[in-house]
T-cell receptor
Framework: EAGVAQSPRYKIIEKRQSVAFWCNPISGHATLYWYQQILGQGPKLLIQFQNNGVVDDSQLPKDRFSAERLKGVDSTLKIQPAKLEDSAVYLC?????????????FGPGTRLTVL | KQEVTQIPAALSVPEGENLVLNCSFTDSAIYNLQWFRQDPGKGLTSLLLIQSSQREQTSGRLNASLDKSSGRSTLYIAASQPGDSATYLCAGEETSGSRLTFGEGTQLTVNP
């Protein structure tokens, strides 16, 4: 079974530029999550999708961050404009209900550096 | 609001030692708890998931327990190996399929 795929793996931009990340979840996983992990901290949820609908975006900075999941499969996360404090690893995860639990599986992440 | 704390922040042990990593959470209404491993520059690898109706899970040399009443979970690693060196993160789920709230992790180094 193929894992969660993310691209690009690394991105360096200047502040005020825009950037987009892509995620392809595990086949058949209806739930998709985007997390932000700042160096030395645990990941923090930005947004959660169930199929193509948003379930939780309470911690998403909506003035600059946006995300979509067209057709309930792939997802993109965009930052526009980027700030220095957005430097972090952006992790995508997916899950499905199996044996009574939603075990989350993570992709390799995209490391963003904002200069 | 759920908060997760992991102690210690870093741990260095000689190869072969048995060790325990601790995780505590503020809200006992936690649903499921998941332990992950993160290697430098990599994503998270799921190690064990303890469902709300369970008290522990085992996989190979790893054993994780969950005590909701005390707000604690422990990850036990038997006969540690240098390949176990990584950051270990615990995360709690408030309802089935909801976000995970993570601790800051324990950075483990196993010395040959």
């Amino acid at each position: 079974e193929a894992g969660v795929a993310q691209s690009p793996r690394y991105k360096i931009i200047e502040k005020r530029q825009s950037v987009a990340f892509w995620c392809n979840p595990i086949s058949g996983h209806a739930t998709l999550y985007w997390y932000q992990q700042i160096l030395g901290q645990g990941p923090k949820l930005l947004i959660q999708f169930q199929n193509n609908g948003v379930v939780d975006d309470s911690q998403l900075p909506k003035d600059r961050f946006s995300a979509e999941r067209l057709k309930g499969v792939d997802s993109t996360l965009k930052i526009q404009p980027a700030k220095l404090e957005d430097s972090a690893v952006y992790l995508c995860a997916s899950s499905s209900l199996r044996q009574g639990a939603h075990e989350q599986f993570f992709g390799p992440g995209t490391r963003l550096t904002v200069l | 609001k759920q908060e997760v704390t992991q102690i210690p922040a870093a741990l260095s042990v000689p190869e072969g030692e048995n060790l325990v990593l601790n995780c505590s959470f503020t809200d006992s209404a936690i649903y499921n708890l998941q332990w992950f491993r993160q290697d430098p520059g990599k994503g998270l690898t799921s190690l064990l998931l303890i469902q709300s109706s369970q008290r522990e899970q085992t996989s190979g040399r790893l054993n994780a327990s969950l005590d909701k009443s005390s707000g604690r979970s422990t990850l036990y690693i038997a006969a540690s190996q240098p390949g176990d060196s990584a950051t270990y993160l615990c995360a709690g789920e408030e309802t089935s399929g909801s976000r995970l709230t993570f601790g800051e992790g324990t950075q483990l180094t196993v010395n040959p």
